[in-house]
């Protein structure tokens, strides 16, 4: 078992950043890949970024490629997403979540999922 909490969601102006930050226990955090996911009002959850665990690998979606940066520090059992040039199209719910299979992620799927937390980008 994995047991993630998300922090750092706020209100914030376009053009402006943001970093979110996901604690987690459990299970080995070291052995876990770790992503974030999005939801928008009235949208399905979508990939947003992923990071392997063993070299740190990082994928990401098109729409924040050269935004959003994912990093993670194993000491801390922490993954964070650095959020810069913010668009209120970026405004959503941010899940963070845990797997052992990139693929699975990129699907859109997670064996562990954080409750999410709230970011709201006005115009």
């Known amino acids: 078992q994995v047991q993630l909490v998300e922090s750092g969601g706020k209100l914030v102006q376009a053009g402006g950043s943001l970093r979110l930050s996901c604690a987690a226990s459990g299970r080995t955090f070291r052995s876990v890949n770790m992503g974030w996911f999005r939801q928008a009002p009235g949208k399905e959850r979508e990939f947003v970024a992923a990071i392997t665990w063993r070299v740190g690998s990082t994928y990401y979606a098109d729409s924040v490629k050269g935004r959003f940066t994912i990093s993670r520090d194993n000491a801390k059992n922490t993954v964070y997403l650095q959020m810069n040039s913010l668009k209120p199209e970026d405004t959503a719910v941010y899940y963070c979540?845990?797997?052992?299979?990139?693929?699975?992620?990129?699907?859109?799927?997670?064996?562990?999922w954080g409750q999410g937390t709230q970011v709201t980008v006005s115009s």
């Open positions: 979540a845990a797997d052992g299979s990139i693929p699975t992620m990129l699907r859109g799927e997670s064996d562990y």
